[in-house]
């Protein structure tokens, strides 16, 4: 490729994860075990709350969207990193390092906004019981779904729109299993200190404002709950600490790689694989261990595929 404005790298090397077979083989077979739980847990997820009556609740809407997102994520980057493991060329098109880029900021800001929904449903749900159903009504969870997916999209293109006319003449070579947005800036041959300001901004400050925001907001019902009965709070605070976990494990994470000074250590990778395999398989897990009426829901439709089944040999 030619011209000023256009790069002359077609492709990344990306240097994975270790060198080492043994370990290739513990981080496929861990990868491989996780990135199907979570694809099976999530999507259990949805069609349990689709399929059941009794969770059609703004609650468990927000929920079932969230498993959405989950499937998404869980898609983007750890299916490459599990087909390169034994590769010993580790590639990917400057494109696909672009799309990787684009849907991972996309699909992480909608959830970021989809938990801090969530943490206002519960708000809603408890601090005002008798509004719940006006407040949180069918038009306002669309609402709020839509405005999600706008802000995320807004956010990865926004970013994005800086990245692409870059110039890259070399090297081209990521040390990570996936394409990651500050290392890709560090590659690009001209002066990047504002860039890496703009997205150390947009990605980490964000992420840390929202994370106190959530964690600010929750302690505030928390403190409510104290007033209530405690059969209604203990049941409150069940559902409420799921969602501090979901949330410490999500923006834990995004809050290291975007405001760490450091270069890329192995910690790096290690919860960048976190990120990218276990968070989406632990929301699901959390999320239904700690929700009794999501237990329930998946006992009658255990029953029911039994209950199916028989019928069918019969």
């Given amino acids: 490729m030619s011209g000023h404005n256009h790069s002359v790298v077609s492709e990344f090397v990306l240097l994975g994860l270790s060198s080492s077979w043994e370990i290739q083989l513990l981080l496929f077979c861990f990868s491989c075990l996780f990135y199907m739980s979570s694809m099976m847990g999530n999507l259990f997820i949805v069609v349990t709350v689709t399929s059941d009556p009794y969770l059609h609740s703004p609650m468990y809407f927000l929920l079932t969207n969230l498993s959405i997102i989950d499937l998404i994520f869980c898609s983007i980057a750890a299916p490459k990193m599990i087909c390169d493991l034994f590769r010993k060329q580790k590639v990917i098109s400057f494109w696909g390092c672009i799309a990787q880029i684009f849907f991972s900021h996309a699909v992480g800001g909608t959830e970021m906004v989809l938990l801090i929904a969530m943490a206002f449903d519960r708000y809603v749900a408890i601090c005002k019981p008798l509004h719940y159903l006006t407040i949180m009504s069918p ?153 009794r009426e999501m237990k329930m829901a998946m006992r009658r439709m255990f029953c029911q595929l039994m209950t199916f089944r028989i019928l069918d040999s019969g």
């Fill in 139 to 291: 038009r306002m969870c669309i609402f709020i779904l839509v405005v999600a997916w706008t802000i995320g999209l807004t956010h990865s293109l926004t970013q994005l729109a800086f990245v692409v006319n870059l110039p890259f003449c070399g090297p081209n070579v990521l040390d990570s299993f996936y394409c990651d947005l500050p290392q890709l800036i560090k590659l690009a041959c001209t002066d990047t200190y504002k860039l890496e300001f703009m997205v150390t901004a947009n990605s980490g400050f964000i992420s840390l404002g929202a994370f106190f925001l959530l964690i600010l907001s929750y302690i505030f019902i928390l403190v409510t709950l104290q007033k209530h009965s405690s059969g209604a709070s203990s049941k409150a605070r069940s559902t409420l600490s799921a969602h501090i976990i979901v949330v410490v494990l999500f923006f834990g994470p995004l809050i290291f790689f975007y405001l760490s000074p450091s270069p890329p250590t192995h910690l790096d990778k290690f919860l960048a694989i976190f990120d990218a395999v276990l968070t989406p398989f632990l929301n699901p897990v959390i999320y239904t261990l700690r929700n």
